[in-house]
């Protein structure tokens, strides 16, 4: 085995793609590649880098940190590299220059650069590829497939039907067990795919659109089963997608792609609120952001809000009531004070809201429970961070926040 680097960072870190340039050549001229790698360090587009040298630029400059259960979503149009980077990530693509670190917990192993036996047992133990339609063999019965990985890697006929029931279980698929697997429906056989990468050892699922010939119910359907087991087994799973409204449903980190290049990565409610330039923009309008945003992405900032005085916020647009952040009181413009609520929780199905009462929810709050607050109660929205009030909500900063329009920047 080779030797292996320790980091702190290893105990969260999956996977690290670090300064991955990724590039092609056909008849792979070493001397053409490293040309095209100083021409991308100068600034060469890829286009340019195409024409000067027949060099094809997949991956450029990529940086990524994929955390320990999480499911990150790699998006992008077509061509714009996500395959080429997940295949990274088991070296099925050589990278040209970075690295990809593996983390085990307590050290990182460079997929990139390891030796033979050390790639052969990490693709055994750590990280293992879901092919597109997921390769079932059509031939096989569903246990048989399922089973399959298993196979290879030389379990006993016991110990691989044990694993593959438990499987099969999961997905709901007991009773298809021992039926072939082109006896099945689409959605059905995605399912048994599910069932074979769940089965493999490895941590780590590099899933390259599994999900992209299915019919939108029957895909939707299956993004849940992910969801679901997802939670239930804690893999970490890499997942290449070009459509945004999957990207959002299954994944807790989206990296965006274009030309090669990671132009945006965060939490799926940050590439909503704060899209960093048109491409990613073009990407958020066509979704509907509602039940991804929260409070913490619509809020406007105590500190960016306009004030009557030293010690007092201008609460609403007119600026009749105001918020006086030491003393958490808000009162009108003869000195009345108003009455604030604090509420806790998502949930305001029971709640009574009082017109002319000023709320307060968590950071986390949804916005829906802040539009119907806002709306009921006929005030602006307190938010709280769990131990002081750092923002509120008005009507203009969820309009700002549903049309990608930042509103916090332009205040004052
Ligand atoms: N083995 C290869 N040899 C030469 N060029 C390649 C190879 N693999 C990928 N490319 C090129 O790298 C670029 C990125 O391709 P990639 O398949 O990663 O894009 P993608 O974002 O996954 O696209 P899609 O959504 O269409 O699958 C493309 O220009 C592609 O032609």
Same mark, same amino acid.
């Given at each position: 085995?080779?030797?292996? @680097?320790?980091?702190?960072?290893?105990?969260?870190?999956?996977?690290?793609?670090?300064?991955?340039?990724?590039?092609?050549?056909?008849?792979?001229?070493?001397?053409?590649?490293?040309?095209?790698?100083?021409?991308?360090?100068?600034?060469? *587009?890829?286009?340019?880098?195409?024409?000067?040298?027949?060099?094809?630029?997949?991956?450029?400059?990529?940086?990524?940190?994929?955390?320990?259960?999480?499911?990150?979503?790699?998006?992008?149009?077509? =061509?714009?590299?996500?395959?080429?980077?997940?295949?990274?990530?088991?070296?099925?693509?050589?990278?040209?220059?970075?690295?990809?670190?593996?983390?085990?917990?307590?050290?990182?192993?460079?997929?990139?650069?390891?030796?033979?036996?050390?790639?052969?047992?990490?693709?055994?133990?750590? +990280?293992?590829?879901?092919?597109?339609?997921?390769?079932?063999?059509?031939?096989?019965?569903?246990?048989?497939?399922?089973?399959?990985?298993?196979?290879?890697?030389?379990?006993?006929?016991?110990?691989? @039907?044990?694993?593959?029931?438990?499987?099969?279980?999961?997905? !709901?698929?007991?009773?298809?067990?021992?039926?072939?697997?082109?006896?099945?429906?689409?959605?059905?056989?995605?399912? +048994?795919?599910?069932?074979?990468?769940?089965?493999?050892?490895?941590?780590?699922?590099?899933?390259?659109?599994?999900?992209?010939?299915?019919?939108?119910?029957?895909? @939707?359907?299956?993004?849940?089963?992910?969801?679901?087991?997802?939670?239930?087994?804690?893999?970490?799973?890499?997942?290449?997608?070009?459509?945004?409204?999957?990207?959002?449903?299954?994944?807790?980190?989206?990296?965006?792609?274009?030309?090669?290049?990671?132009?945006?990565? =965060?939490?799926?409610?940050?590439?909503?609120?704060?899209?960093?330039?048109?491409? +990613?923009?073009?990407?958020?309008?066509?979704?509907?952001?509602?039940?991804?945003?929260?409070?913490?992405?619509?809020?406007?900032?105590?500190?960016?809000?306009?004030?009557?005085?030293?010690?007092?916020?201008?609460?609403?647009?007119? !600026?009749?009531? !105001?918020?006086?952040? &030491?003393?958490?009181?808000?009162?009108?413009?003869?000195?009345?004070?108003?009455? /604030?609520?604090?509420?806790?929780?998502?949930?305001?199905?029971?709640?009574?809201?009082?017109?002319?009462?000023?709320?307060?929810?968590?950071? *986390?709050?949804?916005?829906?429970?802040?539009?119907?607050?806002?709306?009921?109660?006929?005030?602006? &929205? /307190?938010?709280?961070?769990?131990?002081?009030?750092?923002?509120?909500?008005?009507?203009?900063?969820?309009?700002?926040?549903?049309?990608? +329009?930042?509103?916090?920047?332009? &205040?004052?």
């Amino acid at each position: 085995m080779e030797a292996v @680097r320790t980091e702190p960072q290893a105990k969260t870190a999956a996977l690290s793609f670090k300064n991955v340039d990724i590039l092609f050549h056909r008849n792979n001229s070493a001397s053409a590649i490293s040309q095209a790698v100083k021409r991308l360090d100068e600034g060469g *587009t890829r286009e340019q880098i195409a024409a000067e040298l027949g060099v094809t630029v997949g991956v450029a400059n990529a940086n990524l940190e994929i955390r320990r259960g999480e499911i990150s979503v790699l998006m992008g149009l077509s =061509g714009s590299g996500k395959s080429t980077l997940l295949r990274a990530a088991n070296r099925l693509n050589k990278v040209t220059r970075g690295s990809v670190e593996i983390g085990n917990g307590t050290a990182f192993v460079d997929i990139a650069s390891c030796d033979d036996e050390t790639l052969r047992d990490m693709r055994r133990t750590r +990280v293992t590829m879901v092919f597109q339609q997921f390769g079932l063999l059509p031939w096989r019965t569903v246990r048989e497939n399922v089973s399959f990985g298993l196979e290879l890697r030389g379990f006993t006929p016991n110990a691989r @039907r044990k694993i593959a029931e438990e499987k099969l279980e999961l997905v !709901g698929l007991t009773r298809w067990a021992n039926s072939y697997v082109s006896e099945l429906s689409g959605g059905m056989q995605q399912r +048994v795919g599910l069932a074979r990468a769940f089965a493999t050892d490895a941590d780590i699922l590099l899933m390259d659109e599994p999900f992209s010939a299915l019919d939108p119910l029957i895909r @939707r359907k299956l993004q849940d089963e992910l969801l679901d087991l997802q939670t239930r087994l804690k893999k970490t799973i890499v997942f290449v997608s070009h459509d945004i409204d999957e990207a959002l449903r299954i994944g807790s980190n989206i990296a965006i792609m274009r030309e090669g290049r990671i132009i945006q990565a =965060g939490p799926p409610q940050e590439i909503i609120s704060s899209p960093v330039d048109d491409y +990613v923009r073009d990407f958020v309008r066509h979704m509907n952001p509602l039940p991804l945003l929260n409070a913490a992405s619509v809020m406007r900032l105590l500190e960016v809000c306009p004030r009557w005085d030293e010690n007092t916020i201008q609460l609403d647009a007119t !600026g009749y009531y !105001g918020f006086n952040p &030491v003393t958490a009181t808000v009162t009108d413009r003869t000195g009345t004070e108003v009455a /604030l609520q604090y509420h806790d929780t998502d949930d305001i199905s029971e709640l009574q809201v009082i017109s002319g009462c000023v709320y307060c929810v968590p950071v *986390t709050a949804s916005l829906n429970t802040v539009a119907l607050l806002r709306q009921k109660s006929g005030m602006p &929205v /307190l938010i709280s961070d769990g131990s002081q009030i750092i923002g509120l909500c008005d009507d203009a900063d969820m309009i700002g926040a549903i049309t990608g +329009v930042a509103r916090a920047s332009k &205040v004052n």
